[in-house]
Nanobody
């Protein structure tokens, strides 16, 4: 059974940048979508960004122009470059890989934007 491992979270000041990484330990085949979600305290988990098998991307409106998702199909890795961070970006960020067989989730990495 493959697992997803995220890294790169931390504390950053408003206006700063972070780069999240997600790597799969084990083989994951027939990937359809790789994505990032986030969950702020007291709120439901929400979609942030995705990259499809054709490298097509989509973003939630609140991060457009600030976040960039990328990845390596062969290595089943996915990254999230986050620029111009705001306090409202504070959340636990989760990596997600969807295949034709099942969904995989990482354990989450905390991102805190505060001065």
């Amino acid at each position: 059974q493959a697992h997803l491992v995220e890294s790169g979270g931390g504390l950053v000041q408003p206006g700063g940048s972070l780069r999240l990484s997600c790597a799969a330990s084990g083989s994951i085949n027939r990937v359809q979508v790789r994505a990032w979600y986030r969950q702020a305290p007291g709120k439901q988990r929400e979609f942030v960004a995705l990259i499809g098998s054709a490298s097509n991307t989509n973003y939630t409106d609140t991060v457009k122009g600030r976040f960039t998702i990328s990845g390596d199909n062969a290595k089943n890795t996915v990254y999230l470059q986050m620029n111009s961070l705001k306090p409202e970006d504070t959340a636990v960020y989760y990596c997600h890989i969807q295949t034709i067989y099942q969904n995989y989730w990482g354990q989450g990495t905390q991102v805190t934007v505060s001065s």
